[in-house]
């Protein structure tokens, strides 16, 4: 990886010190802007004059329109592309892609469906690269949850949260950012989907209170937020098998009992009511989703100050 670029590949990447920073602006920025017309610039325009190319290899919503929203809240420039109408999509290589891209804009943002496309990206570009999600990870919209949890209920190394579902992607980030920040994780996950292995290896070896098991009523057993996501990510091709082996994983009322009374409910979205999560909870007075929602074009503007140098 070239050696100063400020790339956002993984929380793991960074030290509890460098993520509060990125945790702490984007509250003040957000607190700052309360009651502001959206499409209005933040004071200074601190990325003025600079460029963000998005590429998606995959469809979005909230990644999409936040960083674009982020871009221009800081008086930045931004370009939106679909993979598929570009020469990386008839064998032209990542690393090219890289080094050209590297000649236009000042930043890449992209959707990968591979991770090792994200590092290869990361590896050949000369201007910060940021991960909006692969297969292995989903570290901006961790940091936005994280960001959501602490509004409500304040720093979360004195709290447990619990991780229900499959162990996909957004756990794997949810494992770096608890290991990192302090505070217990508990992820339960069926036998068949258990959270990434290098993940947890990496959370011991750094001193992280992870805790896996098979039953999703001894993860949340008093926890202080219950998350779950999708049974079935983009990247996954299993779909019937998914929806049998997850199903007892749903997060409904009889499990939010079991959490503290007090717990919040979690989840990235998009959201399948009647699956991963029952409308009653989704929809219910415990679900903080829109904030996260909202709180991924905060964190996201924290992020790009960070990979672009504006201190
Ligand atoms: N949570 C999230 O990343 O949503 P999108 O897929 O809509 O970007
Ligand atoms: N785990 C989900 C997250 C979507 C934002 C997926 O990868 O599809």
């Given at each position: 990886m070239a050696?100063?670029?400020?790339?956002?590949?993984?929380?793991?990447?960074?030290?509890?010190?460098?993520?509060?920073?990125?945790?702490?602006?984007?509250?003040?920025?957000?607190?700052?802007?309360?009651?502001?017309?959206?499409?209005?610039?933040?004071?200074?325009?601190?990325?003025?004059?600079?460029?963000?190319?998005?590429?998606?290899?995959?469809?979005?919503?909230?990644?999409?329109?936040?960083?674009?929203?982020?871009?221009?809240?800081?008086?930045?420039?931004?370009?939106?592309?679909?993979?598929?109408?570009?020469?990386?999509?008839r064998g032209e290589t990542i690393a090219d892609t890289a080094r050209v891209l590297s000649r236009y804009v000042d930043a890449i943002m992209i959707r990968a469906k591979r991770h090792d496309h994200l590092m290869e990206l990361a590896e050949h570009a000369t201007i910060p690269v940021i991960n909006g999600l692969t297969n292995k990870s989903h570290p901006c919209q961790v940091m936005a949850d994280v960001m959501t949890f602490e509004e409500h209920r304040g720093q979360v190394d004195k709290h447990a949260i619990a991780w229900v579902g499959d162990g996909n992607n957004v756990a794997t980030s949810w494992i770096h950012a608890m290991t990192r920040l302090g505070g217990e994780l508990r992820l339960g996950c069926p036998s068949e989907l258990p959270p990434d292995a290098q993940a947890v290896d990496w959370a011991r070896a750094h001193g992280g209170k992870v805790k896996v098991t098979t039953s999703a009523e001894e993860a949340v057993k008093d926890a202080a937020c219950v998350i779950a996501?999708?049974?079935?990510?983009?990247?996954?091709?299993?779909?019937?098998?998914?929806?049998?082996?997850?199903?007892?994983?749903?997060?409904?009322?009889?499990?939010?009992?079991?959490?503290?009374?007090?717990?919040?409910?979690?989840?990235?979205?998009?959201?399948?009511?009647?699956?991963?999560?029952?409308?009653?909870?989704?929809?219910?007075?415990?679900?903080?989703?829109?904030?996260?929602?909202?709180?991924?074009?905060?964190?996201?503007?924290?992020?790009?100050?960070?990979c672009l140098g504006a201190e």
């Amino acid at each position: 990886m070239a050696g100063d670029v400020r790339h956002f590949l993984d929380i793991s990447d960074f030290s509890k010190a460098e993520l509060r920073q990125v945790l702490d602006r984007s509250q003040a920025m957000k607190a700052a802007r309360k009651g502001q017309p959206k499409g209005m610039v933040d004071q200074g325009a601190p990325l003025k004059g600079r460029a963000l190319a998005m590429i998606f290899q995959q469809p979005s919503t909230r990644t999409r329109v936040s960083f674009e929203v982020a871009m221009r809240q800081l008086g930045g420039e931004v370009l939106v592309i679909s993979a598929n109408d570009m020469q990386l999509g008839r064998g032209e290589t990542i690393a090219d892609t890289a080094r050209v891209l590297s000649r236009y804009v000042d930043a890449i943002m992209i959707r990968a469906k591979r991770h090792d496309h994200l590092m290869e990206l990361a590896e050949h570009a000369t201007i910060p690269v940021i991960n909006g999600l692969t297969n292995k990870s989903h570290p901006c919209q961790v940091m936005a949850d994280v960001m959501t949890f602490e509004e409500h209920r304040g720093q979360v190394d004195k709290h447990a949260i619990a991780w229900v579902g499959d162990g996909n992607n957004v756990a794997t980030s949810w494992i770096h950012a608890m290991t990192r920040l302090g505070g217990e994780l508990r992820l339960g996950c069926p036998s068949e989907l258990p959270p990434d292995a290098q993940a947890v290896d990496w959370a011991r070896a750094h001193g992280g209170k992870v805790k896996v098991t098979t039953s999703a009523e001894e993860a949340v057993k008093d926890a202080a937020c219950v998350i779950a996501d999708v049974w079935v990510s983009m990247h996954d091709t299993d779909a019937a098998a998914r929806h049998n082996m997850l199903k007892p994983y749903q997060v409904n009322q009889t499990l939010m009992r079991q959490a503290r009374p007090d717990a919040l409910f979690m989840h990235c979205l998009p959201a399948h009511r009647g699956e991963e999560v029952t409308a009653e909870v989704m929809d219910g007075p415990q679900s903080v989703v829109f904030d996260e929602a909202e709180n991924r074009l905060h964190i996201q503007k924290s992020i790009l100050l960070r990979c672009l140098g504006a201190e």
